[in-house]
T-cell receptor, first 115, second 114 residues
């Protein structure tokens, strides 16, 4: 069964500093990979996704993620964090088969931004 | 284009009662998935419906059920509510339900069981 690990439960960064959120997955082949963000009391907003091709993926709000097959990782990065980026971030994998239709989520990383 | 709409946003029910949650997907989307989010278990897949058929199901007891109508709107029902069913229930819609088409989530329904 596929699984997703987000090793950092909580991260605090200063506004303007760079950010990297870690995500490791376990799956026999290359899965479809996603990063979602959730503000308090809200649903999930898709930041970016990787299916194939270029391993560096650009997303919304200035985020990017890099797929590294050798490390089974899909880390999320942002060069300069804004206070409005404070939220919870979820990495998710989807099975790349025609009938598979569910996402498996990591436990999330809560980002706190200090001014 | 309107997003995924979930109603109601908040719900308080008593243990033993049943509850029905509603999800209206993005126009043209035929797949609707449901997820339960709790502090202890995180985000867990409940089930997915495509063209009125349940296509995939997670590891939840039979008290959790769902259905999809011909206009792709979906409902999920939880019978004999338990305190542990308190959670944020999220609905996600997709054109076909397969990952490449992506999933758009609603804002969720916060269910509190007392």
């Amino acid at each position: 069964a596929q699984s997703v690990t987000q090793p950092d439960i909580h991260i605090t960064v200063s506004e303007g500093a760079s950010l990297e959120l870690r995500c490791n997955y376990s799956y026999g082949a290359t899965p479809y990979l996603f990063w979602y963000v959730q503000s308090p009391g809200q649903g999930l907003q898709l930041l970016l996704k990787y299916f194939s091709g270029d391993t560096l993926v650009q997303g919304i709000k200035g985020f990017e993620a890099e797929f590294k097959r050798s490390q089974s990782s899909f880390n999320l990065r942002k060069p300069s964090v804004h206070w409005s980026d404070a939220a919870e971030y979820f990495c998710a994998v989807g099975e790349p088969t025609g009938t598979a239709s569910k996402l498996t989520f990591g436990t999330g990383t809560r980002l706190q931004v200090t001014l | 284009k309107a997003g995924v709409t979930q109603t109601p946003r908040y719900l308080i029910k008593t243990r033993g009662q049943q509850v029905t949650l509603s999800c209206s997907p993005i126009s043209g989307h035929r797949s609707v998935s449901w997820y339960q989010q709790t502090p202890g278990q995180g985000l867990q897949f409940l089930f997915e419906y495509f063209s009125e058929t349940q296509r995939n199901k997670g590891n939840f007891p039979g008290r959790f059920s769902g259905r999809q109508f011909s206009n792709s709107r979906s409902e999920m029902n939880v019978s004999t509510l338990e305190l542990g069913d308190s959670a944020l229930y999220l609905c996600a819609s997709s054109f076909s339900g397969t990952p490449p088409n992506g999933y758009t989530f609603g804002s969720g329904t916060r269910l509190t069981v007392v």
